[in-house]
């Protein structure tokens, strides 16, 4: 978040009306993740990967990470899941481990969609789906249209069965060139937001029909580098607090809450 500390940044967004935060934290930033959250009111989402390419030790990592994350009891973790060139025997098998940690800690667990994970775009998941069941996503729909490079009209019964077992929304507005508009608020972005929008208000629809417990949404426009920066000076073009904080009203007005 633009460079702040932890705790800064937790003060920032707590004033800015969040209800928590979403860290990426490493194994030695785990407990202060953790006390600054709590001190501030917020609620905390904690993120997990695996590492490196070689398969075993990659597993091992993805397992160990898991099982340190959940002794901190996140309200849930969001996992960035294998990777786009192991086989599918070698995905499906992170993802059991997964399902095995939540089962062992009562921690749940949502994979992230995401380009360069075994989620990287919308037809690639659907034969993860009918494999595992039990499989639950983090919707990050933004990677799938910059892979495409479209939005996806032309395969909407892959985004509407990935809907059905989104839990999380990471809205971040992509386009056919890149996963991150430079500016939501832009109206040249109008469509692309809009696109997004629709699949988000599919996601709180069913939860509103289930009577399912509150829908999270993480605000997740990046830095510079998914913010597009100007050339030489590497100045970002627009400011990721100001998009971020854009993308929370404009979700609280469009669902009235």
Known sequence: MENLGMAEAAKRVKAAGYDGMEISAGQDKRNEAVQITHDHGLELILMAFGGGSNFSEHK???QDDLLDIARYKPLFINAHTGHDYFTFEQ????IQIAI?????TGVRILHETHRGRFSYSAPAIQSYLLKVPELRLTADYSHWVNVAESYLSDQMENVNRAITVSDHIHCR????EGPQVNDPRAPEWKDALESHAKWWDAIRDRFQKANAPTLTVTCEFGPAGYLPTIPFTQQPVASQWDINVFMKDYLKKRWAV
Not at 91 to 94: D, F, G, P, Q, S
Not at 100 to 104: I, P, R
């Open 100 to 104: 095995a940690v939540e089962k062992q």
């Open 91 to 94: 995905n499906v098998e992170l």
């Open 173 to 176: 507005v992509g386009h056919p």
């Open 60 to 62: 091992k990592k993805y």
